[in-house]
C-alpha cells in the first residue's frame, strides 16, 4: 500500500491550525510555487511568526541505554532509562537506534510506549513494517530519538537541536500546524545580513538569524531582501 509523502495545496493552506494530528509528524506541504512547510506539534509556548523553531532538546538519560536481548523480528524493545521520567508516547513517531553494536546502526520507527519512569525498564512498540532486523543483545546500546516536528520550540541561541522550521503564523501550543522550509519567508534577523548570502541560526538571539560567521552551523537559508537589525528580513529557505 502506498503513502502520500507529500500534500500539495492551495495558497493560505499553510496558516491553518489544527486541534488535532491529521497528518503524519513531518508530513510536508508544497504550494504550486515550490514553497515548502511540515507538520509540526508546538510545544509548551505559541509559536511566533517568523521566528525559527528547533525540536525539542534530547535527553541524555534516555541515549545509550540497555536493552534487554530482543530476537529477530520483534516489534517491541525493553529498554532501561536513567534517571529522568517521560510522558507516554513521547518518542512515538520518533526513532530508536542501535548506536552499539551488534545491531549498531538499525534506525527503527517507534509507534508508542507507555510513561517512562526514572531507571525503571519500560518496552518500546516498533512500527510493525520495521520489526528488529538484527537480533539486540545486552551489549548492544539503543538512543531513543524525538520526531524534530514534536514538540517545537523556539531555535535556542546557541543552537541546543535540531532546526525544525519557521513560523508562519501564531499557533498554540499543543496544537498542530505547519513551518517553513523552503522558499520565500519572513524571519526574524540578528544583525546585518547581504543579499545573496547564506544565513545561519543566530547565536545571540534566540528564533534568529545571522550572516555566516563560519562554515559550522546548518544552513537556514538565502537572503532575498535585507530588512535591519531586530527587524524581518525575506529568506529563502533551504531547510528542504
Partial sequence: MAFPNILFGKEGTQYNSYTDSRFALGQMLVMRDGRAYRFCLVGATTLVA???YQSALPIANHANRTPTATAVDAVTVNVTPGATTGAANLYAEGYLYVDTTPG???????ASHPAI????????TLH????????????????LSHNK???VIIHASPPTARVAGVAVKAVTNA??????????????TDGTVVIGDMVYPSGAIDGAVMAATAD??????QVARVAADTEYSLIDLKLD
Avoid at 559550522?216 to 537559508?221: D, F, I, K, S, W
Fill in 117 to 124: 519512569s526514572a531507571s525503571t525498564a519500560f518496552d518500546v
Fill in 128 to 143: 510493525a513494517d520495521t520489526p528488529i532486523k538484527v537480533a539486540l543483545t545486552t551489549v548492544s546500546r539503543v538512543t
Fill in 50 to 52: 517568523g521566528n525559527l
Fill in 149 to 151: 516536528h514534536k514538540n
Fill in 175 to 188: 496544537e498542530y500546524g505547519w513551518l517553513a522550509t523552503r522558499g520565500e519567508q519572513g524571519v526574524l
Fill in 216 to 221: 559550522l552551523e546548518v544552513q537556514v537559508g
Fill in 104 to 110: 549498531v546502526s538499525y534506525t527503527y520507527k517507534v
